[in-house]
């Protein structure tokens, strides 16, 4: 470090700071904005050229580099608003402390200026990296934008879509042969499926899982009884309310998400229904209000926080020294919860 200063009184710059430590200008980036992704002998080094050089940053390089470098992008589309604030708190439970934001971009897929829309996000924000929920992680056409624009990702999707290193598998028919199984045992043989938008591939994965699990103990599912919606709770109640409309109804009825499962119990109570003696109810996530209505919503849990921090971790590994595709792939399993919205058949 006996290097001098820059001759003709010019200060020393980054590059110069980055020469004399023997480190990477973006090393050095690290080190001036805190981040613990740095070890300990080499924050020493670049602070003690630092000191001796007399570098001082510039203020507006330093936020330029700062944007660039210390943004985690989140896309989603998704309807259910409880859903995407819980994937938000896993990925901020993932980068806190260090250093990276969290910055969320709501979209709508079926918008015509949706893709020119994520491509100018990306591109303006000059992420470090993104997080991508369903059912925009099932989109390749917004994967080949990010690919375009060099911007590291990590899916997070039903099955497996994508290099190993980039994707977080939920495995939602596992989730969702259980839901049947557990009604089929309860002795249910009028069965519905509420099923979320065709854009995601969950509603397909969970349906399929679902129809699995009844056919194996010999139930087949009745065209008749299945109703497509749209994840949401006034989508819910209105698939519901034709399904209980029915000559013969469902004495059960297991709807792809908690906000729709919830609409169907509303409609069950319009219809003068009580839940679980007239109608058995089963949802899927497990998100919060699932244990804070009455009753108490049966439900395949999918652990939502924790998939974002799954893929946030995933995300972040080469700043912690990591290679991402030698850490132990994130998968899911799914589980049922069972509560109070579920019971054998009256009579």
Known sequence: ????????????????????????????????????????????R??????????????????????????????????SPNYVVNMQQGVLDAVRGSGLELVVHPCNRASDV???????????????????????????????????????????????????????????????????????????????????PDTFRSSHERGKGFAEGLAEHGLALDPAYVRRAAYTFESGVAAATELLALPQRPTAIFAGNDEMAI??????RDAGLDVPRDLSIVGFDDLPMASRVWPNLTTVRLPIR???????????????????ATLQQPEVDPSLVVRDSTAPPAG
């Open 1 to 44: 470090m006996n290097e001098p200063r820059r001759t003709g009184g010019k200060p020393a710059t980054i590059n110069d700071i980055a020469r004399i430590a023997e480190v990477s200008k973006k090393t050095v980036s690290r080190v001036i904005n805190n981040s613990p992704f740095v070890k300990e002998d080499t924050r020493k």
């Open 46 to 79: 670049v602070e003690a050229v630092i000191a001796e050089h007399g570098f001082t940053p510039d203020p507006q390089a330093r936020g330029l580099a700062f944007r660039r470098s210390f943004l985690v992008g989140m896309i989603y589309d998704n309807p």
């Open 114 to 196: 949706f893709l020119t829309d994520v491509r100018n996000f990306i591109v303006r924000q000059k992420l470090f990296g993104v997080v991508m929920p369903p059912s925009v992680s099932e989109d390749d056409r917004v994967v080949a934008i990010l690919k375009e624009a060099d911007c590291p990702y990590v899916r997070i999707a039903s099955v497996s879509l994508d290099d190993p290193a980039r994707m977080v598998v939920t495995h939602d028919s596992r989730g969702a042969a259980r839901a049947a199984r557990h009604l089929a045992e309860l002795g249910h043989r009028r069965i519905a499926f509420i099923s979320g």
């Open 263 to 268: 609409g169907v119990m509303k409609a069950a």
């Open 306 to 324: 924790d998939m974002g921090r799954m893929a946030a971790e995933k995300l972040t590994a080469g700043l912690r020294g990591l290679d991402a």
